[in-house]
């Protein structure tokens, strides 16, 4: 599974592999990382250094103590990130949202219909793609200004879903 994290503005791309190994920007790393207290203290392995840390997590926030420094780190799966990018780049130049499918995938659901006020990141499209359902959101309030789409329907990546005016 690949992620992304990123520290202090600095952004770094993480591949978890087979055998303890992990690849942080493209080096390769042999990790060990398990729970001490089954709750927020871990011990961490790292090419034969070891540190205690201490875990809190908040969403895609973890506040993580190693070695007497804090850091916090946000940290985005590959399909997360691919969402909040799809989400970014909605808004065309009319101040219209279109909504695109941020992957391939089959429509679950759509959960409005045309001339339906809508909310600021309100769920508006269920997308099944590698086998998990994910829940699209308009970028902004408005009304659903046109449905390209109906529950059953293969999309492609980038294709256009629904407008919000």
Same mark, same amino acid.
């Given at each position: ?7 202090? =503005? ?21 990790? =060990? ?20 840390? $201490? ?5 895609? &926030? ?13 940290? /985005?799966? +590959?399909?997360? @990130? ?12 009319? %101040? +219209? ?8 995938? $089959?429509?679950? %659901? ?10 600021? @990141? ?13 829940? $699209? @959101? ?7 200004? &046109? ?5 059953? =329907?293969?999309? +492609?990546?980038? /294709?256009?879903?629904?407008?919000? @005016?």
């Amino acid at each position: 599974m690949r992620y992304t994290a990123t520290i202090n =503005d600095k952004t770094y791309e993480i591949e978890i592999g087979a055998n303890n190994t992990v690849t942080v920007n493209g080096e390769p790393h042999n990790v =060990d990382f398990r729970t001490i207290d089954g709750s927020r203290l871990y011990s961490l392995l790292m090419d034969n250094l070891s540190w205690e840390t $201490l875990v809190d997590r908040n969403g895609d &926030e973890y506040r993580v103590l190693i070695g007497g420094e804090l850091h916090v780190v946000n940290v /985005q799966d +590959e399909r997360t @990130r691919k969402m909040a990018k799809a989400e970014k780049t909605q808004l065309a130049q009319t %101040g +219209e949202a279109v909504i695109k499918a941020p992957m391939p995938g $089959l429509v679950r %659901g759509v959960n409005v219909n045309v001339g339906d006020a809508v909310a600021a @990141r309100q769920g508006i499209v269920i997308l099944e793609a590698m086998k998990m359902e994910n829940e $699209l @959101r308009t970028p902004r309030a408005g009304s659903v200004k &046109e449905i390209r789409v109906k529950p059953g =329907d293969k999309v +492609e990546q980038g /294709q256009v879903l629904l407008i919000v @005016r």
